[in-house]
């Protein structure tokens, strides 16, 4: 899965990990948090490796790929898995009147090419039966101004699951996207600085909290297990409540 070493990719990684997955444990340049997740699966009985590969450049597919090769060789077992999570983004942009062409392009690399690409790439290691989980965002149908060229970009996400479920079910994979609200991770440690700030976050869901990593991983794992076998295609909403 790529961006495991941090917040929701963490939980995620976590979680798949303690139902019995080899996870590898993709990430950018945090190189000490993503050692760190390996070794809290490793100390509770799981199997992870953790791979680098910088995302939104040319070349990352591949090289992300080299990296998951050589990784599981290490193990002993063939270079293929049944599930992939494409979770790393980078967030910003600010409102219409601020992005700028450097961010957005940056965006558009990172949250759009990189996991269009990896699918690309992947398609050949990604068993038949297998599952895609895209992580969206609560921006795609609900304003959020403030976010307007991120929002664009998983947009996309959501565009990309619809086209590739159509396509890969007759290889019995599943493809969907989640969309969380807002959840407790370093992406948004800026936004809930105060208190009053982050109940403000907390007010946008139903339940009057912000999320965690954890309620993201646990439907992320739902849609890995065979239960969800018949679910292809969806955006499946893990916001609290916060696009009612």
Known sequence: MTGGSRGIGRG??????????LVAVHYGSSEAAARETVETIR??????????AELGVVG????????????????????EFDILVNNAGVSGSGRITEVTEEVFDRLVA?????????????????????????????ATRRAFPESIGYAMTKGAV????????RQLGERGITVNAVAPGFVETDMNARRRQTPEAAA???????FNRIGR???IADVVAFLASDDSRWITGQYVDATGGTIL
Do not use: C, W
């Open 12 to 21: 995620i990684a976590l979680r798949l990990a303690a139902d019995g997955a």
């Open 43 to 52: 100390s509770s009985g799981g199997q992870a490796l953790a791979i680098r």
């Open 60 to 79: 990352d597919a591949a090289a992300l790929y080299a990296a998951f090769d050589a990784g599981m060789g290490e193990f002993g077992v063939p270079p």
């Open 110 to 138: 990172v949250n759009v090419r990189a996991p269009l690409f990896l699918v690309q790439h992947g398609l050949k290691r990604l068993r038949d039966g297998g599952r895609i989980i895209n992580i969206s965002s609560a």
């Open 158 to 165: 959501d565009t990309l699951t619809l086209a590739l479920a």
């Open 200 to 206: 403000a976050l907390a007010a946008y869901s139903v």
């Open 213 to 215: 990593p954890d309620d």
